[in-house]
């Protein structure tokens, strides 16, 4: 295997894991995060040589990757809304779905925000980029990375509220 080959390979190893997490936040699907990832690592390939060279690949791949995951939304055979309900006959609770209930309801609550803010919530928040670096990904301004990642955790807070008045009038 060429030195190139090798080099891409190790940074793919290393750096997989964390850019499928950020297409699933951005996206809210696994097998689209995991197509998403697949497409951008694909092309990563092709600019490797360059991108190598560059100085910091994971930046330049995460970007590739939050581009693929909002472009990815916007194709149409590609809108289908999971749903959150399974029939009565297939839920099982357990001692550990009680623990996943506060994630599950931050995911649908990620889920509703719109692509853009959702994309500036996780790479501010969960990836703890500061604004320079998302702006620099999403490939927009410091003041567009505020008031998306300011509306973004306000229509969170909105519908964590809601699902929560709504849990506790039942």
């Known amino acids: 295997m060429a030195d190139r080959d090798q080099g891409y390979v190790e940074f793919v190893e290393v750096a997989s894991a964390s850019l499928r997490r950020t297409a699933f936040l951005v996206c809210g699907d696994w097998h689209r995060a995991d197509d998403v990832v697949q497409d951008a690592l694909c092309k990563l390939y092709l600019s490797w040589s360059k991108v190598d060279r560059g100085g910091n690949p ?51 609550a990620l889920r509703s925000l719109g692509p853009r803010q959702r994309a500036c919530v996780v790479l501010r928040y969960y990836e703890d980029l500061s604004i320079e670096q998302t702006a620099e990904i999403l490939g927009c301004s410091a003041g567009t990375v505020k008031s998306q990642a300011a509306r973004g955790l306000e229509a969170l807070r909105d519908t964590i509220d809601r699902a929560q008045q709504i849990g506790r009038t039942r």
């Open 58 to 108: 994971v930046a330049y791949a995460r970007r590739m990757v939050v581009n693929a995951a909002l472009d990815s939304g916007r194709r149409p055979w590609r809108r289908e809304v999971p749903t959150d309900v399974l029939p009565a006959d297939r839920v099982h609770q357990d001692d550990s779905a009680v623990g996943l209930a506060d994630r599950d309801e931050l995911l649908r």
